[in-house]
C-alpha cells in the first residue's frame, strides 16, 4: 500500500510513525514547514485545569496527554532515544488566589481518571521559589508534579528519522485519480492531510468548503548564560502569558493569539515585547539573557474550537484532522497515530462520532 502524508507537524510525524511500524506501507511524507504550528508550540501538556465544558474536547485533550508515555515507550522499544517530553510539573497561578482551592479539588476529581497529573500542592512564594528560583508575583500557586513540556520541532525530527521515511520539503497538490491519488506526480493508494491550518487550501481546489481559520501565535525564546532551567516546572499565570522553560538554559515565553493577521508569518517585535513586559512581575530577569530567538506559527480552529479527524466525505481512503487550536502538542500525537489505524483499518480509541470530519469540511454544492 502506498500512502502519502502530507503535512509533518505533531499529527503528520506521528501519522508517519505509526504507519512506518506497519508492514506493507510505502510511505512518502510532503512537508513545505512555513509557519507550521508544532514548531513554533509553546509546548505545554497540561490539559486537567482547563474550565472548558466541551466533554469530548476534555476527553481527547486528556486522552492526548496520556498517549505521549505510550508514544516514548513505542519508540525505545523501536531502540528510539528521544528527550522531546519533559514531566517537570505546573504552576498554575490565580489572580483571586481565593479560586486556587477550587482548581486543587477539580485536579483532584480529574486526578481520578488521569494519574498522570501526579501530586499537587498549595505552595507559598518561598517553596515556589525553591523550584523556580526569582519566580515572582504570587503568594501561593497549585503545583502539579505531573505538567510536562515538549520541543515541538524535536518531537516531529525524532517521529520523522524513526519511520525512516523519504520528506519531501514542498508544498504539493491533491488529485484524485481513477485508482487512487496523484501527489508530486506519484501515485498514491491512500493520503493523509495532517495540513493544520492550510486544509482549506488543500481541498477548495476539489469543490470542499472547510471550516477552518488561521491563528498567528508568536513566542520568544531566551538563553540565559548562568541559570539551569533543566528541571524548573511550567507556569501559567492566567491570561496569555505561559513561562515554558528547556533544558539549554532556556526560558520561552509566550505566547501570542492573533485572530486578524491570516497566514502572515512575519515577526511583530511589538506584540512579542508587549508579552514581555506583560511577563515582567512574574519574572523580571528577561533582559539579562544572552540572547533570543523568535519563532511564529499558524494555529488552526474550527469556528465551534473543536478539533476533528476522519475520512473526508466522498474522498475514499483520504483522512484528515484539524483544528486542533492552542491545544494540538497535547493532541495531535493521539490524532495522528489514530488517523494511521484508519488508514491500516485498526480500531479506534476515540470515537468518531465525537470529532466529526462532515460538520467541518462539505462539498460546496452541500452547502
Ligand atoms: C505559538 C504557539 C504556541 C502553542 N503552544 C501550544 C502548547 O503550549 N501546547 C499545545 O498543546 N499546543 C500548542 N500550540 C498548538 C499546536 O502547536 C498546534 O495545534 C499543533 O502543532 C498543530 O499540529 P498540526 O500537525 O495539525 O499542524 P502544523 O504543525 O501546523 O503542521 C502542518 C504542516 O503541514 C504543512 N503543509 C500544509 N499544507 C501543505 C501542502 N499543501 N504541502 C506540503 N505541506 C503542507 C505545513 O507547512 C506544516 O508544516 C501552539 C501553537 C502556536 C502557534
Known amino acids: 500500500m502506498r500512502v502519502a502524508v502530507i503535512g509533518a507537524g505533531a499529527v503528520g510525524a506521528s501519522a508517519a510513525y505509526y504507519l512506518s511500524r506497519a508492514k506493507d506501507v510505502e510511505l512518502t511524507v510532503f512537508d513545505e514547514g512555513l509557519g507550521q504550528a508544532t514548531k513554533a508550540a509553546a509546548g505545554i501538556i497540561s490539559p486537567w485545569f482547563s474550565k472548558r465544558r466541551n466533554k469530548a474536547w476534555y476527553r481527547l485533550a486528556r486522552l492526548g496527554a496520556d498517549f505521549y508515555p505510550q508514544l516514548l515507550s ?24 481565593e479560586k486556587l482551592e477550587e482548581l486543587y479539588q477539580l485536579a483532584l476529581t480529574r486526578r481520578k481518571e488521569s494519574p498522570l497529573i501526579g501530586q499537587l500542592a498549595i505552595l507559598d512564594e518561598t517553596e515556589a521559589k525553591v523550584r523556580f528560583p526569582d519566580l ?17 520541532h524535536l518531537l516531529t525530527e525524532t517521529l520523522l528519522k524513526a519511520a525512516g521515511a523519504q520528506v519531501v520539503a514542498k508544498k504539493v497538490t491533491l488529485t484524485p485519480v481513477d485508482d487512487g491519488y496523484l501527489v508530486d506526480g506519484q501515485h498514491f493508494d491512500k493520503v493523509i492531510l495532517a495540513t493544520g491550518a492550510w486544509l482549506a487550501e488543500c481541498l477548495e481546489p476539489l469543490g470542499y468548503t472547510v471550516d477552518i481559520r488561521p491563528q498567528k501565535g508568536q ?3 531566551y538563553y540565559f548564560e548562568d541559570r539551569d532551567t533543566q528541571d524548573y516546572p511550567v507556569v ?6 505561559d513561562i ?30 508587549d508579552m514581555e513586559s506583560k511577563a515582567q512581575p512574574y519574572f523580571s530577569k528577561w533582559k539579562q539573557a544572552k540572547e533570543t530567538r523568535e519563532r511564529v ?35 495531535g500525537p493521539l490524532l495522528g497515530q489514530q488517523l494511521a489505524q484508519l488508514v491500516l483499518g485498526e480500531p479506534l480509541l476515540l470515537e468518531k ?5 462532515e460538520k467541518y469540511i462539505r462539498l460546496q454544492d452541500e452547502g
Do not use: C, W
Not at 501559567?236 to 502569558?241: A, Q, S, T, V, W
Not at 533544558?247 to 497566514?263: C, I, M, W
Open 236 to 241: 501559567m499565570p492566567e491570561g496569555e502569558i
Open 244 to 273: 515554558i522553560p528547556f533544558d539549554k538554559h532556556r526560558l520561552t515565553l509566550g505566547a501570542s493569539h492573533e485572530n486578524d493577521k491570516g497566514f502572515d508569518i512575519s515577526f511583530d517585535r511589538a506584540v512579542l515585547d
Open 136 to 152: 515572582e508575583g504570587f503568594s501561593k500557586l497549585l503545583y502539579a508534579t505531573g505538567g510536562a513540556r515538549v520541543d515541538g
Open 353 to 357: 462520532r465525537d470529532y466529526p470530519i
Open 219 to 221: 513566542l520568544r525564546d
Open 74 to 97: 513505542d519508540l525505545e522499544e523501536d531502540g528510539i532515544s528521544s528527550n522531546f517530553y519533559q514531566r517537570t510539573g505546573v504552576f498554575l497561578l490565580k489572580k483571586d488566589e
Open 297 to 331: 506559527g499558524i494555529r488552526a480552529y474550527t469556528s465551534d474550537f473543536s478539533p476533528f479527524f476522519g475520512e473526508v466525505p466522498h474522498l475514499a481512503h483520504v483522512y484528515a484532522a484539524s483544528g486542533l487550536g492552542s491545544t494540538g502538542l497535547t493532541i
